[in-house]
């Protein structure tokens, strides 16, 4: 699976948006929109670059994306999956809950969900251990 950035997205992008746009070039595993840029995983590495090379800087909804390979995450790093986000809660306060519990490669909120990458599975197992059925912002996590 190949994972796409796509930046510069209007604030009336959707998933649905992208998906539909990156589905003419391949199956599409994943998509999210988080603020004013987005992530496709594509199925295979030819896929994702031809997507690459016809979709950067295409017009969506009045703006000229950016799309490139993701930079990706290094190996070994342990993704979480957190639910019932605060609509309040920002990135950096929600690194800063995870980063008590080790260092944090990646923090993003997508709607009422979040993905955690924390460097350590250990640190990530102790994360769950110590948020799991806690409230952050008044919201049971």
């Given amino acids: 699976m190949v994972k796409i950035f796509i930046g510069n997205l209007s604030p009336t992008s959707t998933a ?6 990156f589905s003419e070039f391949g199956i599409v595993k994943e998509c999210d929109v988080l603020k004013n840029y987005g992530f496709v995983h594509m199925d295979s590495k030819k896929e994702a670059e031809a997507a690459i090379r016809k979709l950067h800087h295409y017009e ?9 390979l993701s930079k990706g995450k290094p190996r070994g790093s342990t993704k979480l999956h957190v639910s019932n986000i605060s609509s309040g809660c ?5 690194r800063a809950k995870f ?4 260092p944090v490669v ?3 909120i997508v709607k009422d969900y979040a ?8 640190d990530a197992m102790e994360a769950i251990s110590g948020l ?10």
Avoid: P, W
């Avoid at 920002?90 to 929600?94: A, R």
């Avoid at 980063?99 to 080790?102: C, L, Q, R, T, V």
């Fill in 16 to 21: 649905d948006d992208l998906r539909s746009l």
């Fill in 60 to 68: 969506l909804k009045g703006q000229a994306i950016n799309v490139e």
């Fill in 90 to 94: 920002t990135n950096q306060e929600l």
């Fill in 99 to 102: 980063e008590e519990y080790g």
């Fill in 106 to 108: 990646e923090c993003d």
């Fill in 115 to 122: 993905f955690v990458h924390m460097e350590r599975m250990d």
């Fill in 132 to 141: 799991e059925n806690t409230t952050f912002q008044g919201i049971v996590k």
